[in-house]
């Protein structure tokens, strides 16, 4: 009895679930416009935010480290180890990275590529980066750049012709700094409190075939070497290749490919100079000692 007493109850439950359904699935049909008008508002943001995104691509490279490439093997204390030969070993492998990763090698880097100068060009949906390919380039002397406190933005607008519009805002942490030049001819001289910006013509685009004056905006971006270091150093990464001591990965991400592979390219030539000048110091020492030690010799085999 009290088997079909359950089976008599689930059965009017059953019968409630498929009406709910039934009525669920009308009461979609009925405002289906709802539904194909969500799924188009949804697919029409997707595609506006990837439209404003601008493409990070990632350089890589490796670098093959040999045993004698340590600049500081002749300060590490071996007494101090518990096992010399290990804690020699990570103290070199150490001692390499931090040679690469090190903010006076990055500020070398940037000062060389001229990352302090950062350009840009407005688009409908998001500005493109430019790397020796802007219409207008920026200069300044190291000395004001070393002293800049802030950031310096530049609006230059033209409208095909050889006049230009310019808009600067130098921004510190004591406050703002604003100067405006209307109908300009190029190379021209913007001056502020931390010193003057040179504008002029790309050089590297005389002679082009498709270079034209610039028609539209676009936007320079100055900072100090060692803000642009900072900048280069976040978006860089540096460490041992999985199951390998002996090979380091250098990656960098950027939106800007060309300049990527310069950067990463100038990382290794400054690495590799580096090196050389160390094998060149140690040489010298070792020469140095080398003679001593005969002069020493030759001294005591006089007195014998």
Known sequence: MATE??????????????????????????????????IIICLIAALFYIAKQ?????????????????????????????DPMVAFKNYIDETELEVLKSRNNLVKIVDSLGLMY????????????LYRSEPVTAHMSHEQLDALQGSILLTVKGNGTDKYDIDVNYETAAGEEEAELKDVTLPAVVRLSTGEVTLSLNPALEGVEDAEPLDGTEYISIVSSKTAAAGVAAGLNIEFAKNSEKIIRVSYNTPLPAMGVDLINVLLDFYNRDIIEDKNRSAVQTEAFIIDRLMMINGELKDV
Request: no cysteine; hydrophobic share 40%; aromatic share 12%.
């Open 5 to 38: 007493n359950m089976n008599q109850q689930s059965q009017p439950a059953a019968a409630e679930e498929s009406i709910d359904i039934s009525d669920l699935l009308l009461m979609f049909l009925a405002n289906w416009r709802w539904f194909v008008l969500s």
């Open 118 to 129: 950062r350009y840009s060009l407005k688009g409908t949906f998001r500005n493109t980066p």
């Open 54 to 82: 601008v493409p990070v691509y990632q350089i890589n490279a490796s670098i093959y480290l040999r045993q004698d490439q340590s600049s500081s093997q002749n300060t590490f204390n071996l007494s101090e180890a518990a």
